[in-house]
């Protein structure tokens, strides 16, 4: 079953975050002039150099999470795939690479597990401008030369045009307070489970990996091949 996820267009990535249930939409906080976001990202506040309050894009150890940016304000856009399956050695793949269904993956987002993703490893390397997984011969889970796989990354959608929607007014609208969301903006190279507590990664994606800052919300519905929304329920 294909995921039914609306068409992209050009001009950004359509329900790239979605609210569920509950939650606020003030639209009206004012945004750091180098920010830069997509729909979806964990956002904090800060004050800038005169002491005014500004948005910007949470790191990982952030305690002054606020919510979720609910606008765009960049030049790229990345979209997750879960669960791509891929087999060594058969064509166009080879004994050492497979290619991916997707080139210009971000860096650090690839997570390669074996069929039933009863195991993950870090036995490989990527090329990230062409998309192409190379595996090691060297480690604790070495894959073998006709392994079947199942690869989670993030890949930047070349059909997609980057837009600022903070142009004019300066601001930037936000998800705050409780309820349910889902989104496409999260950290692919891990792995996720109902009611793991989700935090900001160093980029500003969700993760559930805590670097220290704040719990953002609990899982409620992880990604899945066919959907690869993940489904929380935030609690900043």
Not at 173 to 185: K, S, W, Y
Request: with cysteine; net charge negative; glycine share 8%.
């Amino acid at each position: 079953m294909a995921p039914l996820l609306p068409d992209l267009g050009r001009n950004g990535l359509v329900n790239s975050v979605r609210r569920l249930t509950g939650l606020n939409n003030p639209g009206f906080r004012a945004v750091y002039s180098t920010a830069n976001f997509i729909a979806g990202m964990v956002a904090k506040l800060e004050a800038d150099a005169n002491g005014d309050p500004v948005l910007k894009v949470a790191d990982a150890d952030d305690t002054n999470i606020i919510g979720l940016f609910y606008c765009h304000k960049c030049t790229n856009f990345y979209v997750p795939v879960v669960d791509e399956v891929k087999t060594f050695s058969e064509s166009p793949n080879t004994v050492w690479t497979i290619l991916l269904g997707h080139a210009n993956v971000k860096s650090g987002s690839v997570k390669v597990y074996n069929v039933t993703k009863s195991e993950a490893t870090t036995d490989f390397t990527v090329n990230t401008t062409n998309g192409i997984v190379t595996r090691t011969s060297t480690g604790s889970h070495i894959i073998a030369a006709t392994d079947t796989v199942k690869v989670s990354y993030l890949y930047e959608e070349p059909t997609l045009t980057g837009i600022d929607q903070t142009l004019g007014s300066g601001l930037a609208a936000t998800l705050e307070d409780r309820g349910d969301i889902a989104t496409l903006v999260y950290d692919t190279a891990q792995t996720y489970t109902i009611m793991q507590s989700l935090y900001s990664n160093a980029d500003g994606y969700l993760t559930n990996q805590s670097g220290g800052g704040s719990i953002v919300g609990k899982v409620t519905k992880p990604p899945t091949a066919d959907n690869p929304e993940l489904w929380f329920k935030m609690t900043v």
